[in-house]
């Protein structure tokens, strides 16, 4: 039996408990995504918070925060069948016990490590390279990361600009990282959607002055900053606009 969701976490969470406590599913997939073969039939799995919320808690009971973790980080991967790849792991786990989780050479265990090693790593990046614009009352970023990586900032972004009211915008998913006050949100967001252009702002054009001006040129080695700024990046940078 094939569940299909709705993509949220708490849709896969839901399916892990429908799979563990009612009929083993065969796949997860996303509705909008899925299509329909001749094999397998399909089950619609809603989104109900008290399941949601059982399955979390029995996934930090039998494998631990630290895993329990490391699945939202996976889920946040988001393609070539990531749910299915969380799907084996933890029913490998939760057979063979929650030790299981550490033995990196199993292929499944393998595929897992992968998903979150890479979600982790663009996160580490994108704490670096959120560059602002002033808009309005706004402090303003739009950024194109690979994975779904705006919860994982938010905390720390929240926390290091009390003081402001900061939009992060998430250009490729249409969605948008909001904090005021230490607190942030994630809201649909567009580009129609912008206070007002930065084309003027005078905070990036101080920026890119001090970019300019720090350097010692006889020193400056493109090769070098390409291996710490990665070209897929600069886009979003202020200095290399």
């Known amino acids: 039996m094939d569940y ?4 949220t976490f708490e849709g896969l969470l839901c399916c892990l408990y429908c799979n563990f406590s009612k009929e083993a ?12 073969h001749m094999i397998n039939s399909f089950k619609e799995i809603p989104s109900i918070e008290k399941y949601a919320d059982y399955m979390d808690q029995k996934l930090k009971q039998y494998l631990g925060a630290l895993v329990s973790s490391q699945i939202y980080q996976c889920f946040l991967y988001e393609k070539d069948g990531t749910e299915n790849i969380i799907l084996q792991f ?3 786990c939760f057979k063979k016990g929650s030790k299981y989780a550490g033995f990196h050479t199993d292929p499944i265990v ?8 890479k979600v982790k790593n663009e996160t580490h990046k994108y704490v670096g390279y959120v560059r602002f614009s002033q808009m309005g009352e706004y ?4 950024i194109h990361p690979e994975y779904n990586i705006l919860s994982l900032i938010g905390d720390h972004f929240a926390d290091r600009y009390k003081g402001e009211k900061i939009i992060i915008h998430d250009v490729n998913r249409n969605c948008a990282l909001v904090a005021s ?4 949100l994630l809201i649909p967001f ?10 003027s702002d005078f905070v990036a054009k101080l920026w890119k002055i001090y970019f300019d001006h720090i350097p010692i040129k006889d020193r400056i080695n493109p090769k070098l900053q390409r291996n710490f700024v990665p070209l897929k990046y600069r886009k979003d940078l202020t200095e290399f606009k």
């Open 4 to 7: 299909i969701y709705d993509g």
């Open 25 to 36: 599913a065969s796949g997860i997939y996303k509705k909008e995504i899925y299509q329909r």
């Open 90 to 92: 933890v029913d490998l």
């Open 110 to 117: 393998s595929a897992f490590d992968d998903r979150v090693r």
């Open 139 to 142: 402090l303003y970023s739009s």
């Open 181 to 184: 006050c230490g607190d942030f």
């Open 190 to 199: 567009y580009n129609g959607a912008l206070p007002e252009d930065a084309e």
